[in-house]
């Protein structure tokens, strides 16, 4: 084998790459992937050859255009990882950080043809059957909820205690195991994409619960979504129905909670975006469009891979090379967004959930948390700013995502409220292709409700802010669009 080459020294433009000169998505050298994408795009065009963790060679898809024709092209790209040539002349082992991200499972996402219409039929079908009313209802249940904990404090950070929590409680109650709801539930959700040193056991925690769901429904089924995954005519194995809760529950939380964060963020920094919003200008949801397309909620997705010998973007690509798709790139791709400061309202073209037959199954889930729970904080605290300069505000990024650290706020302190019964979903299910987003009836009897302990921040003074005024609601225009 051959010796290690020393490292360039400090200034030396090829610093803080790998073998071959290429550049690390990982580690001290990519704190700013934000900033690197731009040197990739700069260096090689639309699609750069980059190296994961442990060294491993991948391509990056910059572009969007070529982001769009990866994943709208099944005949030339799949998920299927079982191709993958570091994975099958071992560069990438079993013991890499992404494997729980990257190997090879039983679910809709990384099947094809007719296995993937079994799978995803069953999906859909069990998606079918969340009432939109009553999912409207867990959200502002588990909001209200959530900021009972604080309110009174007169200060909060908007991320640990709110935006991490909210789409958890909100899914655990969807898949019917709101007993699950806990800090180790969310901490081992987020572990898991990060690709740390312990994914690996974070993705067996959470594969664990998950299990032990589908074990009990299939002994006692109930109203939820995860029992009529399993009574779907498809007759899913316990172990496609762990693996397809998984999807759903890592694609909606991860998401969501990024997206929470984000939009909360924009609103308290951004005096013309909070103007725009308290004035009537522009809703929640287009708020949360507008967040989309600044700072999608995954900025990259592992991994696609090529079936054939092609091009894109001007390189080569082999068969068996992996890719990786560029949402956070290629939402900034200079050919569809040249001015970085347009007004984007309107407009859903963003990269932001992906696009093609493995589009995110938990996007208008996503959207409804983000949409009801930042319309719900923001009624209940209206004066609410944020504690610190914006420039003090502080992130972390891994090759999946770019997360907010922590949001400290403050607000005049306020009295908790009653937090409404837990609401059911429909006794009798029904598909619904459009969803009814009309204030439903919330007559319901006050129950206790299992509390968790969540962090408090330090003390602060409190302050007060511009009044804001109720945002207006829209109909969402669709359910799961699928895979």
Not at 88 to 95: E, H, V
Not at 355 to 373: L, S, T, Y
């Amino acid at each position: 084998m051959d010796e290690p080459m020393a490292g360039p020294p400090p200034g030396c433009p090829a610093h803080g790459t790998g073998p071959g000169g290429l550049r690390r998505l990982y580690g001290p050298d990519a704190q700013d992937l934000a900033g690197l994408y731009e040197k990739l795009r700069a260096e090689h065009g639309a699609v750069a050859p980059v190296l994961l963790h442990n060294d491993v060679p991948i391509w990056m898809v910059l572009g969007h255009g070529e982001n769009l024709h990866m994943i709208s092209n099944p005949s030339v790209y799949t998920r299927d990882s079982r191709i993958w040539t570091p994975l099958l002349d071992g560069t990438a082992g079993p013991d890499h950080p992404l494997m729980p991200l990257i190997t090879w499972q039983p679910i809709c996402s990384h099947a094809e043809g007719d296995e993937h219409q079994r799978l995803r039929g069953s999906v859909m079908g069990a998606m079918s059957t969340i009432n939109s009313r009553d999912l409207r209802r867990h959200i502002s249940h588990w909001t209200q909820e959530l900021v009972n904990h604080f309110c009174h404090r007169g200060t909060a950070d908007l991320v640990s205690q709110f935006a991490e929590h909210l789409p958890m409680a909100v899914l655990c109650e969807i898949l019917g195991m709101p007993e699950e709801y806990d800090d180790r539930m969310v901490q081992a959700t987020r572990d898991l994409l990060k690709g740390t040193e312990t994914a690996i056991a974070s993705n067996e925690y959470v594969m664990s619960v998950l299990m032990r769901l589908t074990v009990r429904r299939r002994a006692e089924p109930a109203e939820d979504f995860t029992s009529h995954l399993i009574n779907h005519p498809a007759g899913l194995t316990d172990e496609e129905v762990g693996q397809h809760l998984r999807v759903v529950l890592l694609a909606a939380y991860e998401a969501t909670a990024n997206l929470l964060a984000n939009v909360l963020r924009v609103v308290l920094t951004d005096p013309g975006f909070r103007a725009q919003l308290n004035g009537g200008q522009m809703t929640v949801p287009q708020a949360v469009e507008q967040s989309l397309w600044n700072e999608p909620p995954f900025s990259n997705v592992l991994g696609y891979f090529a079936k054939q010998d092609t091009e894109l973007g001007g390189q080569r690509i082999r068969k068996g090379d992996g890719l990786l798709l560029g949402m956070a790139a290629g939402n900034v791709d200079p050919h569809v967004r040249p001015d970085l400061k347009a007004n984007m309202m309107g407009n859903r073209s963003h990269l932001a959930f992906g696009g093609g037959p493995h589009e995110c199954p938990g996007q208008d889930i996503g959207r409804a948390i983000a949409d009801v729970g930042v319309d719900a904080l923001l009624k209940r605290l209206p004066d609410v700013q944020l504690a610190v300069d914006e420039d003090d505000l502080a992130w972390t990024a891994s090759i999946s995502s770019r997360h907010l650290a922590e949001l400290p706020v403050v607000f005049a302190p306020a009295s908790p409220q009653d937090v409404m019964e837990r609401p059911g979903v429909s006794e009798v299910p029904r598909p619904r292709p459009d969803w009814d987003t009309s204030d439903p009836s919330l007559e319901a009897t006050p129950v206790p409700r299992p509390t968790i302990d969540l962090p408090e921040p330090p003390a602060a003074d409190p302050a007060t802010g511009p009044e804001h005024r109720l945002g207006a609601w829209q109909r969402f225009v669709r359910w799961w669009r699928g895979y």
